[in-house]
Structures are given as C-alpha cells and as structure tokens.
C-alpha cells in the first residue's frame, strides 16, 4: 500500500471524487487550493483532499473509497497518514459531513468528536437533495480530532 500526493491533473479522480461530493462545482471550490493524495493497493483504491483553514486546522474537504474495496481499512490508513504527516503543522484536524448513520460513526472511529453544525448547508448549497442510507442530508455536522 502507497499514499502519494496527487499535484496535477486532480480531475483524473473525478468518480472517486463524487462518491464524497456528488456535486462537481462543489468539489471545484476546494479542489486546486487543497493538497489531494491517493491511496494505491495495486491501482487506486482511496482518495483525499485536505486545506489549510488557518489557526492550526487541518480540513478534511473530501475522502472516498472505491466501492468495491470499502471495509478494508482504506479510508482509516488514509486518516492515519493525515494525522502523521500533519501533526507537526497542525492542531486540529476537522471534516465536515452529513449527519449519516455511515460517515459519522466512521470518524467516530477514528477519533473524530462532534463540534459544532452549520444548519442547512446541504440544502442551501446543492442544486438537489442528497441521501445517504435513506437519509437526507441537510445540516452539515463539523466532527474534529486533536492532533
């Protein structure tokens, strides 16, 4: 398994990229200014981009797994590289997501605690409704871990 930085052509990962936002214009907000890596096991199985959001926080904008390859402790190595790497630079490192029964128990695993919401934000920001596990998202839930 190799995480390596990914510094150009960031699109060629659009599919994985829209597992974990599935709205394009979105991703585009967040895509160039962030550092984005990629997990390969053999070709590419994860996926990640991380900003800057200035008082010693680390973001995580966009995470995702093949599908086919979930479960495997994919997305988990990538977290743990991220906590690695910046630990050093960085005090917090925070995702914000929605409040699904299979992404927060996830960074709840990972040592991520809830902070705080931002009511509304997938309503107010996409261009249709988004579910996840039957769910509709509507606020996003900010989850943070201590480096």
């Not at 829209?18 to 199985?45: C, F, P, R, S, W």
């Amino acid at each position: 398994m190799k995480i390596r930085e990914v510094n150009e052509n960031k699109k060629q990962f659009i599919a994985l990229l829209l597992l974990a936002d599935e709205q394009e214009n979105m991703i585009d907000h967040y895509l160039e200014k962030g550092t984005m890596y990629v997990l390969e096991d053999g070709n590419v199985k994860a996926e990640c981009v991380v900003t800057d959001e200035d008082n010693g926080i680390l973001e995580i904008k966009n995470i995702a797994v093949d599908p086919q390859n979930k479960g495997q402790g994919y997305g988990k190595a990538l977290i743990d590289f991220l906590v690695s790497k910046y630990a050093d630079k960085y005090s917090i490192l925070q995702v914000g997501t929605g409040d699904s029964p299979l992404t927060v128990p996830f960074y709840e695993k990972c040592g991520f605690v809830r902070s705080h919401n931002i009511p509304n934000f997938f309503t107010d920001n996409y261009d249709h409704p988004i579910y996840e596990c039957g769910v509709q998202l509507i606020d996003m839930v900010y989850l943070q871990r201590c480096l």
